[in-house]
């Protein structure tokens, strides 16, 4: 077989990118070159990988199933180079992340940089979503690593116990309820400001509190934990974020904790990785630098 290499790097741009030309200049190479690339990959695999939608590149059935290995052919690659290079001690390169809301805002942003000032030659670039939008982009491939805050049901994915947060329960300080304990009967029909749909920090809080027998209302929705305590601020109702996020504005007592009895709201934070994709030296090392970073006890 005469498929080389380059002809699945160019592959693999083109199907991150969606265009020929962007693909390009991220490899350092002209478009036509890389036009003739994967026409030379398509011609040795008799295939065509990719169907025209507007002015992108999309991958059809058979460039998705070849994604994943030339992925990870690809990084094998790497290794071997790493390996002979005389630098294999040297962590270097770009590692992708995606993060859930949480533990992107206030866990992964320092463990990022603080990475980075250790291995001047490495740069992890986290990206942040909410928890299916991580478990999409591990999926598809995007990133190599994901940090999320809901469950995973994944076939394709390894899902790994990685930290924990807790969640609180939060109120204007002029609210009734303010430093209050409160049962489930008293809070059943307040309006609550909550995380949008797909979000693991909503996903956890309504299922613990389907099993008090409440069902709480989205009196309104915000993809952002500022944008929730800014309307809870402004007395639009309770609200649910982690204690991570709660910290500055109860030290100000610019909100209020409420305690909601029989309400258990300690959860746990999962790594995931695509079963398909080997992981690279950086990405080991990431995680295990993050493990000391906040004291995780827990094995990966």
């Not at 992340?97 to 490495?122: C, K």
């Not at 928890?131 to 598809?140: G, L, P, S």
């Not at 500055?248 to 790594?271: I, N, P």
Request: net charge neutral.
């Amino acid at each position: 077989m005469k498929m080389t290499l380059r002809q699945l790097e160019v592959f693999e741009a083109i199907a991150r990118a969606g265009q020929v030309g962007r693909a390009a200049t991220l490899l350092g190479m002209t478009s036509p070159a890389a036009s003739m690339a994967l026409a030379e990959l398509e011609k040795q695999l008799s295939v065509r990988l990719f169907e025209r939608v507007g002015n992108r590149l999309s991958l059809n059935a058979q460039g998705a199933q070849l994604l994943p290995l030339a992925t990870d052919l690809l990084q094998q690659a790497q290794k071997i180079e790493g390996l002979f290079s005389g630098a294999a001690s040297v962590l270097a390169g770009e590692l992708k992340v995606g993060a859930s809301t949480t533990i992107g805002n206030y866990l992964l942003a320092r463990a990022a940089v603080a990475f980075g000032q250790q291995h001047n030659d490495a740069m992890v670039d986290v990206s942040i979503h909410n928890t299916q939008q991580v478990i999409e982009q591990v999926a598809n491939f995007d990133v190599e690593l994901g940090f999320i805050e809901g469950h995973c049901v994944d076939r394709r994915l390894h899902v790994t116990p990685w930290h924990q947060d807790s969640l609180k329960v939060f109120c204007h300080p002029a609210h009734p309820f303010a430093n209050a304990v409160v049962n489930a009967a008293d809070i059943r029909h307040q309006p609550w400001v909550l995380r949008e749909e797909g979000s693991g920090t909503r996903e956890y809080f309504v299922n613990a509190a389907h099993e008090l027998g409440l069902h709480p209302e989205a009196r309104f929705c915000f993809s952002t934990a500022d944008a929730i305590k800014l309307a809870v601020k402004q007395g639009a109702g309770l609200g649910v974020l982690s204690d991570l996020a709660l910290e500055r504005e109860l030290l100000r007592k610019e909100l209020a904790l409420v305690e909601v009895e029989g309400l258990a709201l300690r959860r746990q934070f999962y790594l995931i990785r695509h079963k398909s994709r080997q992981p690279t030296a950086l990405a080991e090392a990431f995680v295990g630098f993050c493990q000391n970073f906040f004291d995780i006890r827990s094995p990966f």
